[in-house]
């Protein structure tokens, strides 16, 4: 197999930070357990015969970093971008956790936002590929970004 790109590994990482904030919120394991987990079995890992892709590292542990330290932070600004009568606490876990992710990403400022929303509905229909989520995400994602980032919509 030929080595990934520097974006298909940024995007795998992507991925793999929902997976692992997801894990966080259904076990007791501590950010630190979570990332050397990931980071030691799951990049480059071999399942089903397929080879999981090479993640950053770097972007991976920055996405769990500002996550966890900006999860009030996110999830209110989560919270403003879903319909008052659904809190995200009533929303399923992949998506909360891909929130989370998005929105670390969106006040991190490294990417543009129409890249960070555009990454992140990827990882929806990974998720969910025949569902109505990557449209749901794409919708949440726009309004968080242009609460984060008012300037990249001037």
């Known amino acids: 197999m030929k080595s990934p790109t520097k974006r298909q590994m940024k995007s795998a990482s992507r991925l793999y930070a929902v997976q692992a904030l997801f894990q966080m919120e259904h076990s007791s394991l501590s950010i630190d357990k979570v990332r050397a987990e990931f980071e030691d079995h ?3 890992a071999v399942y089903d015969g397929e080879e999981m892709i090479e993640g950053d590292v770097d972007h991976f542990r920055r996405l769990l970093d500002d996550a966890v ?3 009030a932070r996110i999830d209110q600004m989560t919270d403003r971008a ?3 009568k ?3 606490a009533r929303i399923d876990p992949t998506l909360r956790a891909l929130f989370r992710a998005a929105g670390a990403e969106l006040i991190g400022k ?5 890249v960070v929303i555009t990454e992140y509905v990827d990882v929806a229909k990974a998720f969910f590929p025949d569902g109505k989520e990557p449209r749901f995400v794409n919708g949440v994602l726009d ?5 984060a980032r008012p ?4």
């Open 69 to 71: 330290n900006n999860q």
């Open 151 to 154: 300037d990249a919509f001037a």
């Open 110 to 114: 490294d990417a543009p936002p129409k």
């Open 42 to 44: 799951r990049f480059g």
């Open 143 to 147: 309004h968080m970004a242009r609460e």
């Open 86 to 88: 659904w809190p995200i």
């Open 82 to 84: 879903l319909v008052a």
